[in-house]
């Protein structure tokens, strides 16, 4: 993995606090201890965050947010380890908060967290701009890329060497596909979105009797090398690609509009990502990106209601607004003007079902 990615470093060293606010209405009993903003998460968002950094910086005078790209595992981990300077103040995820992150902030002291969505993105399948073009299906990426496939009544480890083996119609092309590692949001979001649905009609017998087992069977990726765990950097993926043009690379869309001059995404059933189809729900691997913010440190750390309120802002998630030239996909506009108007009243979230 790359070493981690920084906007900017907090200098100060102040006194840890003691402990978080648990209701809404009163000043927070505890202080994040520092004198910037501290966000930490997806490596999807992060471009976008530290553009948002950039520009409250620019506009306040304000010392800029910290921002760090650790995945959205790791950013849920390290958000709710705590509170007080050790710990930040946004976790920035490109999949919902799952149950047991929300019960881990919960343990710890988290208790009140807003979640905010801030726009869409796709799941891109890629390869170099001189490499073959793809016209993939779900199922297609389920069978190449699992580690088991179903064999009768049992499964067998998945023998499948290239493409065509897969899909008569596919390029005769060895599977080689670099992608995001277990904690990161782009890795969730691909295994529920291409190879759970891509793996429903195989194991519909297995999903009916043990949901658990399905996902696992249906999540879990090969380890003899057509799967390559290439860290958190998607632009190292986009290199890679450049010099292994008879591979494949899962990033998110950003990425691909950022570097069109050196990939390309494949189709999905036969829909290409793209601006319009992300935004319409029509390209299947398409979800949402989130920050999730300790409503305690609203207040305290200096610049967070700023920040998160920037985040929100017409200027920047807005249609036309300054994130969807760095690839962000904006939300539909009643649907933005209703997260603007929630962080009026900063809600929090209950436990996720799952």
């Known amino acids: 993995m790359k070493p981690t990615l920084l906007l900017s470093v907090s200098a100060a060293l102040l006194v840890a606090a003691c402990g978080q606010s648990g209701g809404s209405s009163s000043a927070p009993k505890s202080a994040s201890g520092r004198s910037a903003v501290w966000a930490a998460g997806s ?116 023998a499948n060497k290239t493409w065509n083996q897969v899909d008569p119609a596919l390029p005769n092309e060895p599977i080689l596909v670099y992608g995001p590692p277990p904690t990161s949001g782009t ?10 649905k891509g793996a429903g009609k195989l194991l519909a017998a297995l999903k009916a009797s043990d949901e658990d087992g399905f ?12 799967w390559v765990d290439a860290g958190e950097n998607d632009n190292a993926i986009v290199q890679t690609l450049e010099k292994t043009p008879h591979s494949l690379g899962v990033f998110g869309y950003s990425f691909l509009e950022n570097n069109m001059d050196k990939v390309k995404g494949a189709k999905v059933h036969g829909v290409a990502p793209t601006f319009a189809t992300i935004s319409s729900g029509e390209y299947p691997l398409s979800r949402s990106l989130y920050i999730y913010v300790k409503k305690a440190n609203i207040g305290v750390t200096p610049g967070l209601k700023e920040f998160v309120q920037a985040f929100v802002s017409d200027a920047a998630t807005g249609k036309g607004g300054y994130l969807q030239e760095r690839g962000l996909i904006p939300l539909p506009a009643d649907e933005h003007e209703a997260q603007k108007k929630a962080l009026e009243s900063l809600p929090v979230i209950s436990a996720p079902k799952s």
């Open 43 to 158: 490596s999807t968002v992060f471009p976008f965050a530290t553009r948002v950094a950039e520009n409250v910086a620019r506009t306040t005078g304000g010392r800029p947010a910290k921002v760090e790209s650790l995945g959205t595992g790791g950013g849920f981990k390290l958000f709710c380890g705590g509170t007080g300077q050790a710990y930040p103040d946004i976790a920035t995820a490109s999949r919902a908060i799952k149950k047991s992150e929300f019960e881990k902030c919960a343990a710890n002291g988290v208790t009140e967290i807003v979640e905010v969505k801030i726009g869409f993105d796709g799941i891109v399948v890629a390869s170099a701009k001189s490499g073959p073009n793809y016209d993939l299906t779900q199922e297609a990426l389920y069978k190449g890329l699992a580690a088991e496939l179903p064999d009768g009544a049992g499964f067998k480890a998945n």
């Open 187 to 196: 890795r969730d979001a691909f295994s529920e979105l291409a190879l759970e």
């Open 215 to 226: 996902k696992s069977k249906s999540h879990t990726v090969r380890s003899d090398g057509a």
